[in-house]
């Protein structure tokens, strides 16, 4: 059944794992940082591969390097839409994360000391105007460079393999 399925649809199921995974993790009150959240990008990799391998086996000889990545390229897009949709509705419905930013933001601001009450003010109230815009272009830009790397690197292997 799962063989049957094309590069974007296998894309799909793959970033609905990876949000199911960070919910999971988030709800588990695991640190955000913690080693555990490579198992995220672990199933993002092997989203990638399992779309790459899949085409692989039904490809004809004379596949390009081309032929591969878009495979892994329609994998990876869907599941960067996904992430950031994600990111976006997630951070929507949890404000406080903004407000804990704001705040680590402005002790870093006191610790310097370089700074006045007025002008801390007014750096955080930019901070927290730009604060979804941020993560979400982090988000974009991590997944797509992650997702390129990935079905570059296997692209290459398995064209060399055929």
């Known amino acids: ?3 049957n399925l094309n590069a ?10 990876m949000v199911g995974l960070s919910l999971v993790f988030f709800y588990s009150k695991l640190p955000f940082e913690s ?3 490579y198992v995220i990008y672990l199933v993002y990799a092997g989203g990638i591969v399992w779309s790459i391998l899949e085409y692989a086996k039904l490809a004809d000889p004379s596949a390009k390097f ?3 990545f878009l495979q892994g390229f329609k994998c990876f897009i869907v599941v960067t839409l996904l992430m950031v949709l994600f990111t976006f509705i997630f951070n929507k419905m949890h404000p406080e ?3 804990e930013v704001a705040k680590a933001f402005r002790e870093d601001m006191i610790k310097k000391g370089d700074k006045t009450p007025a002008e801390m003010d007014n750096n955080v109230e930019k901070m927290k105007d730009f604060y979804i815009a941020v993560l979400l272009a982090g988000a974009i830009f991590s997944y797509l460079i992650i997702g390129a790397v990935v079905t570059t690197a296997v692209s290459l292997v398995v064209k060399r393999r055929k």
Do not use: A, C, N
């Not at 974007?8 to 794992?17: A, D, E, S, V």
């Open 97 to 99: 994360f903004k407000e």
């Open 35 to 37: 080693p555990v959240q």
């Open 8 to 17: 974007t649809k296998k894309g799909f199921i793959t970033g609905l794992l």
């Open 66 to 68: 081309g032929d591969y």
């Open 1 to 3: 059944m799962l063989q």
